[in-house]
């Protein structure tokens, strides 16, 4: 039976949704840190959860698309 890579590998994102958060880098300073304001929760979506594997920035191109 085949199963979608997603399903495979992250089979709980179906159920509870996944989520996508923000880094902060500096690379002059070698840190890294989470923006505490941005956090957006795929679980809480109006249909249903659902996985956040495939991102598609507007007006983009090929280096902004995320894949999975």
């Known amino acids: ?3 979608p890579r997603g399903e495979q590998f992250y089979p709980e994102e ?3 949704g996944s989520v996508m958060l923000k880094a902060d880098v500096d690379p002059r300073r070698g840190t890294m840190t989470l ?3 941005f956090l957006v929760d795929f679980g ?3 249909a ?3 996985r956040a594997h495939e991102i598609r920035w ?8 995320v894949w999975q």
């Not at 007006?59 to 902004?64: A, F, N, P, R």
């Open 48 to 50: 249903g959860p659902a």
């Open 14 to 16: 179906g159920e509870r």
């Open 1 to 3: 039976m085949y199963l």
């Open 35 to 37: 923006d505490q304001e």
């Open 44 to 46: 809480e979506m109006p």
């Open 58 to 65: 507007p007006d983009g191109d090929c280096t902004s698309d």
